[in-house]
């Protein structure tokens, strides 16, 4: 059997160990395309729960990274100081890519300078109304509430702190505001490698608005492809 090509791309994956990320690494494992590594950063507290995805170790590269900490940031920054590689994907354990999203999103990326781009999430069918374009009055009214005159902003960061992005499309790209940090590809010298939420209260897209602002004030561009998912 063939082997997969490998493409010139760390994955980073900060975990508490749960049996959910044996189900990322095998759709990673499916890929067309496979990263040079992966790296998975877990707290020393919790390696041993690890042990059930020995299976994986000789199909994908896979290193693990003990952190003193728990953290999800901090336990991904310490993966982005240890990789090797120009490009960089941030991939939460829960994330199952489909088979060419990798080596569509290192297709767009490579060559670029100031960007980092992540997959479409939701597919069009089961994206619930509240995403959609509001075709109802009450709708409206929802958006209007949320976000006072702009209204149904998808892609952007609303005034009430409700944010959702643009997961309407089925091809090309969007600028947006924020990215869900559940999976970015990023190109090293654009990586924030200070823990900007050290902080307990779990709410991920508090974390994913304040990395998105960094990295938009350092100048680079947020973008989704609709094409990789």
Same mark, same amino acid.
């Given at each position: 059997m063939n082997k997969k090509k490998k493409i010139p791309l760390s994955i980073v994956i900060p975990t508490l160990g749960h049996s959910k990320i044996k189900y990322c690494l095998k759709k990673i494992e499916l890929s067309l395309h496979h990263p040079k590594e992966i790296l998975i950063v877990v707290p020393k507290n919790n390696y041993n729960k690890l042990k059930l995805?020995?299976?994986?170790?000789? $199909?994908?590269n896979i290193k693990i990274i003990l952190s003193k900490r728990k953290n999800q940031v901090f336990q991904r920054i310490l993966g982005f100081k240890k990789s090797k590689f120009r490009y960089i994907m941030q991939l939460d354990d829960d994330v199952e890519i489909e088979k060419d999203c990798l080596f569509k999103l290192f297709s767009f990326i490579k060559g670029k300078q100031n960007i980092?781009?992540?997959p479409k999430y939701i597919n069009k069918i089961k994206l619930s109304k509240i995403y959609r374009k509001p075709d109802s009055a009450i709708l409206k009214? &929802?958006?209007?509430?949320?976000?006072?005159? $702009?209204? &149904?902003?998808?892609?952007?960061?609303?005034?009430?702190?409700?944010? &959702?992005?643009?997961?309407?499309?089925e091809s090309g790209f969007r600028i947006h505001e924020w990215l869900s940090g559940g999976a970015i590809m990023h190109i090293r010298k654009n990586l924030i490698l200070k823990n900007y939420y050290p902080y307990n209260f779990k709410r991920s897209y508090c974390e994913d608005i304040l990395h998105s602002l960094i990295l938009r004030n350092n100048k680079i561009r947020l973008l989704k492809l609709y094409s990789s998912k």
């Open positions: 995805m020995s299976q994986f170790y000789k $199909k994908l980092a781009v992540a009214t &929802y958006h209007w509430l949320i976000n006072s005159r $702009k209204g &149904y902003s998808p892609g952007c960061i609303s005034l009430s702190g409700f944010n &959702y992005s643009d997961e309407s499309s």
